[in-house]
């Protein structure tokens, strides 16, 4: 097998394993993403992955779809790109044609509701884990730890008082006052 065919496969089994064993969406997969793409295989660096989320969060599509797409173009271009987001994609798709079939009766099995309850459960753990990989590398500077704190308080304060808060609202925030003080920092000829 030709090496670009072999790491086409490659792609396509390590984003397929991903989107096969994890549920509750990108943000679950994202832990996932790090320890198959950055720790086991250097696909990319730690720095790559942080502003890989930023960016799959900021565009269109779901967060792990981007990731695996951007990962495969990384390693094999346009081909390494459709074979990891076919990866990612197909064992949702295979997983949903099944129940679709079944629905009625699927959703009927106690031992399903059971299941469900417990995979809420590693959902909030795996995205939990997400989160605090990326605050263990976020920079100890005080404009990203003030932004964070802000953040976090907000959605805190919104969970807890039952306000609606949306996070594009939080996103916008963040990147505006990332903004302003870039233009501040810049126009005094220093950094941030």
Known sequence: MRPKTKLL??????????????????????????????EKRAWISHEDMDRLVVLAESTPGPVA??????VGKRQAGIAGALSATFGMVLPSFLVILLISRYLDRFLELRLVAGAFRGVKLAVAILILDAGLRMMKRLPRKPLPLGILLVALGAMLAAELLALRLSSVVLLLGAAAVSLLALACARRKGGGL
């Not at 969406?25 to 832990?31: L, N, Q, T």
């Not at 779809?65 to 951007?70: E, K, Q, R, S, V």
């Open 65 to 70: 779809i981007n990731c695996a797409t951007f």
């Open 9 to 38: 496969w490659e792609l396509f089994g390590v984003f397929f394993r991903i989107g096969l064993f994890t549920f509750g969406g990108g943000y679950a997969m994202i832990s996932l993403i790090d320890e198959a793409c950055v």
